[in-house]
């Protein structure tokens, strides 16, 4: 191969750009052009048909990812190594919900929170599934792949940095406010450290469910959308910087606060046990 193709190739930049364009490329195709023909031709009610398209479309991204970036970096792809699955898959999601939880927990000490009545039909399995693909997409691109490649390149801190102005996106969403920015930030944060600690996209990906999971269980608003179900019907109360106002839970500075003590956690655990790369030390030995 020519020498400069090879390195236009090689450029971390290229990879991002090209790994994005054709998992999510191949994503979009075979979610509206076979997943969902084949099973709305099944059955027309959505709440049965949708679930399985979720979990094809969930499989498409990450054998689309695994195989494209083996092919492409003749490497293996560690960040979706399954050694530790059980593990992180459990650990992440129960931190992620003990986190809102916990959150909940002290609105309710405080008077702000009022469980109303428990229906757990109002939350379906096509709702689940939904947070499922959603918070694939987000981790398997923004930390599996964005995350590591600027982490090789530039360090972990300034990988974080920019994973975390990324992250700002959020505040495009409903109903947020001047605080979702300083939110955005902390989430781009902690989720790169759960990314850093592991170095594989397992630990986020879960917390981030178990996350997602818990408000809408407590009742609240999911980043400022209002109708992706219920389990407990509940009241928030109080001032808007407690309960998070129409964003929902998440944008409580009580909540922000849980969620930046896990991320500094993790920089401390993570420095502790040599897991902060440095740049001058990328070309001796990358960490793929």
Known sequence: MNPSIKKILDFPITKIILGITVCFSLFVVIQNFVSKPLFYSITEDKNSADPFIHLVSFLVLLFSYYFFFRWYEKRE????SIQYLPKEMLCGFAIGF???SLSIFILYLL???HIIEIVPDDYSLRLFMTLVVAALIEDLFTRGLVLREL???LGTNLAIVIVMIIETYHIFNPNTTFFSFFVS???GFTMSMLFVYTKRVWLPFFFHLGWNFAQPFYGSNLTGLEDMGKIIHSKF???IWFTGGGIGIEDSVITVFILFSIGVFLYYLSAKEGKILKRNTLKEKPIR
């Open 98 to 100: 003990a986190a809102i």
């Open 111 to 113: 008077g702000y929170y």
């Open 151 to 153: 982490e090789n390149w």
């Open 237 to 239: 109360e109080g001032p």
């Open 77 to 80: 792809i560690k960040e979706l």
């Open 185 to 187: 930030l902390c989430w």
